[in-house]
């Protein structure tokens, strides 16, 4: 071996160990835990209620350092939830806190005539094996994640509560999240008592700052129907 060969592997030799040293000192990045929803107690008598109509649903944002909340409101003319399609109408009402007090504010939409029905809101079916909906997208770890009902508890075996499901584009290839179920039909006071609903839909969240730091939904006690929030003990960073 000559002495330009011996100085051509020295050199490779010298390469591939600096290579091999520089590989060996970058830290694994690590693994993430699951996304959770795990919620406080909530005080009792929060959420967003009006004498004389059912509410339902509830999206929240925050304007400076007022919490802005749009629901859907009708009549108490008849028994839960009939006439929501035909008397709907939706307002906004407003507090220093997202557990309320809620101040009435105005109308958004007021309601429309019966012919009118927005259901031609047509896409291809993501999960063809059960019904589901009340859909909410969000981003977050560089994946798409929805949160919605399972209408017949084709995904979470308990019907009517929510679950995550999650896809790499947000179009196509939908899978169940682990864990999969967002919320049952509990909810916990902040004085241990517990309200078992009737019905719990609608998920909405509160994203501050780019945290989802609340869920949102409608719901039904068996008397009456309310907006009621509650806060997720780790709040959840979005993309």
Known sequence: MNTLTKIFVIVVVIICTIQCLNSCKKEKK???PAITFDYEKAPKGS???MDGYWIWGGSMIKVGSIYHLFASRWVKNEKFPDGYRQNSEIVRATSDSPY?????EEIVAGERDSAFWDSNIVNDNL???CPLEDFY???ARGQFHIICEDNVGGVSRHERWGVHL???DGINVWKKYDPVVVYNHDILFDDSSV???VRRERPQFLITNGEITHLLNGVYDGIDSWCQPV???QSIRTD
Do not use: Q
């Open 231 to 233: 806060k997720l003990k």
């Open 137 to 139: 997208i969000f981003k």
């Open 30 to 32: 690590p693994k993430l």
């Open 100 to 104: 309320g007090p809620f101040k009435f």
């Open 47 to 49: 959420g967003f209620k």
């Open 166 to 168: 999650f896809s790499v």
């Open 195 to 197: 309200l078992h609903c």
């Open 127 to 129: 999960w063809p094996a």
